[in-house]
């Protein structure tokens, strides 16, 4: 079965500052997607940034990149200039074709919280 | 385009009672999928449905937990006879179709409907 895994529970960084949460998978699959989604406290579900696993080239969106490792199935998301407004919980997920459903697996989460 | 509409956003239900948790997906998209939400934690996938059909839903309890997508109207998540360790958010997204061209379209998320049980 797919698993996404989030190793740090917490972060804290100053504003400005640059910020990085690690997120590892386990699947058999070769071709998926995965997908970094913030979850600020209104509970909304926001997409920040999104791979292909067929892609080799990073994906980017403005402030946020990420570092896509597919041999050591890692997926890291940088966040630069911190801002207060990115403070949330911050969520990984992957989305392969498991049984012929396809769903997004996520990890447990890890709540950054951006200090002025 | 509206999004993806939840409904109560907030619901308290005595244990016992039955909670029916209501999601509209945006327009055009045919597949829904409950998610789970426990304090602190993650989603956890419950149920996937196409409308009439459930697909996939191996991350619902086999008991007191039912969800339908008619062909008209809403899906539902119903939960029957509610426990105190059903209290979470439970978050509805969609998608419009299924297949490779489907992963350009990530889910969408409802704002989630949080069970509250007393």
């Known amino acids: 079965a797919q698993t996404v895994t989030q190793s740090q529970p917490e972060m804290s960084v100053q504003e400005a500052e640059t910020v990085t949460l690690s997120c590892t998978y386990d699947t058999s699959e070769n071709n998926y997607y995965l997908f970094w989604y913030k979850q600020p406290p209104s509970r909304q579900m926001i997409l920040v940034i999104r791979?292909?696993?067929?892609?080799?080239q990073n994906a980017t969106e403005n402030r946020f990149s990420v570092n896509f490792q597919k041999a050591a199935k890692s997926f890291s998301l940088k966040i630069s200039d911190s801002q207060l407004g990115d403070t949330a919980m911050y969520f990984c997920a992957f989305m392969g074709t498991i049984g012929g459903a396809q769903k997004l697996v996520f990890g447990q989460g890890t709540r950054l919280t951006i200090n002025p | 385009n509206a999004g993806v509409m939840q409904n109560p956003r907030h619901l308290v239900r005595r244990r016992g009672q039955e909670a029916r948790l209501r999601c509209s997906p945006m327009?055009?998209?045919?597949?829904v999928y409950w998610y789970r939400q426990l304090p602190e934690e993650g989603l956890k996938f419950m149920v996937y449905l196409q409308k009439e059909n459930i697909i996939d839903e191996s991350g619902m309890p086999k008991e007191r937990f039912s969800a339908e997508f008619p062909k008209e109207g809403p899906s539902i998540l119903r939960i029957q006879q509610v426990v105190r360790g059903d209290s979470a958010a439970y978050f509805c997204?969609?998608?419009?179709?299924?297949?490779?061209?489907?992963?350009?379209?990530?889910?969408?998320f409802g704002n989630g409907t949080r069970l509250t049980v007393t």
């Open positions: 327009k055009g998209h045919s597949h």
């Open positions: 791979q292909e696993a067929y892609k080799q």
């Open positions: 997204a969609s998608s419009p179709t299924v297949g490779v061209s489907s992963y350009n379209s990530p889910l969408h």
